[in-house]
């Protein structure tokens, strides 16, 4: 199984983001964020690179610069996501 999209993780972040009143750890979101894709096993979550990295936690931060590169998402500090202006009027379309 692969991780789904990048552009449906991205929706799925800015949800939670919106959900959890604009801005979270991304610790705390990388399940919240995984309950959208019921597709992906719990084995695919703990999924990890050589170097011990988190496969999961990996795709959604691509994610995330993706979000960011486009003025949807900033980050507060390290690790502390915030929902831009520009990323709530993506649902009000």
């Given at each position: 199984?692969s991780?789904?999209?990048r552009r449906l993780?991205?929706?799925?972040?800015l949800?939670e983001?919106?959900?959890?009143?604009?801005?979270?750890?991304?610790?705390?979101?990388?399940?919240?964020?995984?309950?959208h894709?019921?597709?992906i096993?719990?084995?695919?979550?703990?999924?990890?690179?050589?170097?011990g990295?988190?496969?999961?936690?990996?795709?959604?931060?691509w994610a995330a610069?993706?979000?960011k590169?486009?003025?949807?998402?900033?980050?507060?500090k390290?690790?502390l996501w915030?929902?831009?202006?520009?990323?709530r009027?993506?649902?009000?379309?």
């Open positions: 199984m991780y789904p999209a993780i991205e929706v799925a972040i949800r983001l919106i959900a959890v009143g604009g801005r979270a750890n991304s610790q705390e979101l990388y399940p919240r964020i995984a309950k894709f019921t597709q096993m719990d084995t695919e979550l703990k999924q990890r690179f050589g170097i990295e988190n496969k999961w936690q990996n795709e959604v931060r610069l993706s979000l590169q486009k003025g949807e998402l900033s980050s507060v390290r690790g915030e929902i831009t202006e520009k990323g009027e993506r649902f009000n379309e």
